[in-house]
Structures are given as C-alpha cells and as structure tokens.
C-alpha cells in the first residue's frame, strides 16, 4: 500500500518513517499534548505501536494517519488522518472512519490543524468507502470541538470512554456530481 502525499500550503502529509519516533515521544510528554489523549506521558514503547497501528490502517483499509510535516522546516509536528480502532463504545463508531487529529502544543494557533484536517477530509471525500465519518472528542476538549465544528462535524451521540466524558460527532462527505 503507498501512502498518498498532501501538499498544502504550510504543510506535509506523509506515511509514517523511523525518524518520526523521536519527535512523537517527546510530544506525548507534554500535559499539553497528551491531556485530552491518554491522560498520560506514554513510553516510547507505546508511541512507536501507535505509529505502526497509522501505518496498519492503510494496509487493512486503504485509509489511515498521516505525519504531519511543517515544510519550512522539515520537522515532525503530529498526526492527521482516519482510523478503525474498534472502539468498545456506545453508541458504536465501528466500520465508520474515524477522523482524527494531533498536532505538538509548540506549533498550536497557527492554522495548521485546519490546514492538515481540510486536506485530509478533501482526500477522504474523493477516497473513502462511505461519506460518513466519525470523529470522538473528550467534552473538555474546546480547541477540538471548535475545529470539528468547523469541518462540519456534528454531534450524534455522547458515552464514557476510558473515564472521560466524550462527544461523538458525524460529518457526510458532499460528493462531487
């Protein structure tokens, strides 16, 4: 499976490499980052199965996570994309993409998550299997909610997930004629 590469203006959409290893430990502990997330700092143990469940999605379903990549300097600066993680909640998100996004707190406020999350719907409208996509929010979580909004997700449903209190929202693609 090749992973597709997003250009926009600011930002690249890549697949996953070793090298991002290094930079995502070090997001994930940022309270800033991982807050809304796990709730914890996660050893790099942890953080690398995350990147290989990205890359596993793209080969089981033909859509997944993207790296995220400031072109002006080349860096790492999070993830951006669709998953199927086989969540055990209800009111059930499964066989649904679910959108997803997370970006290093040093780079928040600059436009990227809307920048990164616009790119990936648009490749997701012309691509996925379905023109529903899901996305979970923890309740707390007011950047993420105004970003959904924003993209057009709307809320369908609220559950207990992992003891938090967390949204369910739903978007439909609008097809091109």
Not at 140 to 166: I, M, T, W
Request: charged content about 20%.
């Amino acid at each position: 499976m090749t992973i597709p590469v997003l250009e926009t203006e600011q930002l690249r959409l890549r697949g996953h490499c070793p090298a991002d290893l290094a930079p995502f430990v070090a997001m994930w502990q940022e309270p800033a980052f991982y807050r809304y997330l796990a709730g914890r700092p996660l050893p790099e143990e942890e953080v690398w199965t995350k990147m290989l469940r990205h890359l596993g999605v793209w080969a089981l379903y033909g859509y997944g996570y993207w790296a995220v990549e400031e072109k002006a300097t080349g860096q790492f600066i999070g993830n951006v994309g669709f998953g199927e993680w086989q969540r055990a909640i209800a009111p059930s998100i499964k066989g649904w993409p679910e959108m997803g996004w997370v970006l290093a707190p040093h780079v928040h406020g600059r436009g990227y998550a809307t920048e990164a999350t616009q790119a990936a719907l648009a490749w997701g409208d012309a691509h996925l299997p379905t023109p529903r996509t899901v996305c979970l929010i923890d309740e707390d979580n007011a950047p993420s909610r105004g970003l959904a909004a924003k993209l057009g997700y709307q809320e369908f449903g609220r559950a207990a997930y992992h003891g938090c209190d967390v949204l369910l929202l739903e978007r439909l693609a609008v097809k091109a004629v």
